[in-house]
């Protein structure tokens, strides 16, 4: 089927660091979302994007749909531990049939020793 | 207001055992999902129900049957469970079909 790639896989943070990860597909997408696993919970959803090169920020989060359509990146400004988690991108894609969903694999986010 | 339960929360089956994992949504949301989360795999969709009456397959059908029982509930059984069905099952609604919001998740061990 369909995947998004996601990376990195896994990173580690420092507190104060600024982070980045993104997704890519060699397909158009319509919608990409971002969300966050916490051990033993359901994702949550952190951003929306809807629009080719929209930039939007929810906190220190900050989130843009790709001008071709076919990535999208997430930044963590200033890491605290409770950036700690998996953090997922998902798309809607272009002309898809039904309501649903592609996610990618992750990238889990952990803290420096 | 509870969005999105599901139960069991854990469940421990023997194989070739049945059951059927409940989700029900509080947020008046017209589409509903069942996806399986394996490490490394990231989320795969199972079923989704666009609206009340309405059930299609998604990308892992394989194994599995849903129902949509009316707006408030989507219910996902294993008629004979295999280990290969071990995984995290969660369930999610969505009003528009984008932005779809998660249940806690059932924790299955098949053994």
């Known amino acids: 089927g369909q995947q998004l790639n996601q990376s990195p896989q896994s990173m580690f943070i420092q507190e104060g660091e600024d982070v980045s990860m993104n997704c890519t597909s060699s397909?158009?997408?319509?919608?990409w979302l971002w969300y966050k696993q916490d051990p033993g919970e359901g994702p949550v959803l952190l951003i929306a994007l809807y629009k080719a090169g929209e930039l939007t920020s929810n906190g220190r989060l900050t989130a843009q749909f790709g001008i071709t359509r076919k990535d999208s990146f997430l930044n963590i400004s200033a890491s605290i531990p409770s950036d700690v988690g998996i953090y997922f991108c998902a798309g809607q894609l272009f002309k898809a049939a039904g309501n649903k969903l592609t996610f990618g694999g992750g990238t889990r986010v952990l803290v420096k020793p | 207001n509870a969005g999105v339960t599901q139960t069991p929360k854990f469940q421990v089956l023997k194989t070739g055992q049945s059951m059927t994992l409940q989700c029900a949504q509080d947020?008046?949301?017209?589409?509903m999902y069942w996806y399986r989360q394996d490490p490394g795999m990231g989320l795969r969709l199972i079923y989704y129900?666009?609206?009340?009456?309405?059930?299609d397959k998604g990308e892992v059908p394989n194994g599995y049957n849903v129902s949509r029982l009316n707006k408030r509930e989507f219910s996902l059984r294993l008629e004979s469970a295999a280990p290969s069905q071990t995984s995290v099952y969660f369930c999610a609604t969505s009003d528009r079909g984008d932005e779809q919001y998660f249940g806690p998740g059932t924790r299955l061990t098949v053994t």
């Open positions: 129900s666009a609206s009340e009456g309405t059930t």
């Open positions: 947020m008046n949301h017209n589409s």
């Open positions: 397909s158009i997408f319509n919608t």
